[in-house]
């Protein structure tokens, strides 16, 4: 009974505090200056070096070589199998990959969002083209 008493005593209080809980969607902190949210990559400095893509210790990134000698080069980026470890960050000599603390908000109810690809539009154009095609093998 004495249980009953202390439980009965703490409902009643906490009637007549203030919520410590947030209305997220419409409430927002500001986010931490060291958080690491979404991938962005810069194409136009990549060398195609291909360590981030080697260090990625979840297959996250893949760097599609379209043209070696022109530099030209495409990235899918897997989100959903990313654990922002920032590895490919700390391995790129060229500091053309980065993880935003800005845009860290990246649920969504399907899978398809979650595979992006980096690029230039002209070399992006011919690959996702030759994916949606059925029988290529492209995933």
Not at 18 to 34: A, I, M, S
Not at 103 to 122: I, K
Not at 127 to 136: A, F, K, N, Q, Y
Request: with cysteine.
């Amino acid at each position: 009974m004495k249980k009953f008493g202390s439980m009965l005593v703490d409902t009643l209080r906490s009637f007549f505090q203030k919520p410590v809980t947030q209305l997220y969607p419409f409430e927002h902190n500001g986010t931490p200056e060291r958080l690491r949210g979404k991938l962005h990559w810069q194409p136009e400095s990549c060398t195609g070096c291909c360590l981030c893509m080697k260090d990625c210790p979840s297959d996250a990134i893949e760097v599609i070589t379209i043209d070696k000698q022109a530099k030209k080069f495409v990235m899918r980026y897997h989100a959903d199998r990313c654990t922002y470890c920032a590895q490919c960050v700390k391995n790129c000599r060229f500091n053309c990959i980065n993880l935003s603390n800005e845009e860290w908000e990246l649920a969504a109810q399907s899978t398809e969002p979650f595979t992006v690809y980096y690029g230039n539009e002209a070399d992006l154009e011919p690959l996702l083209s030759r994916r949606l095609e059925p029988g290529t093998g492209e995933t």
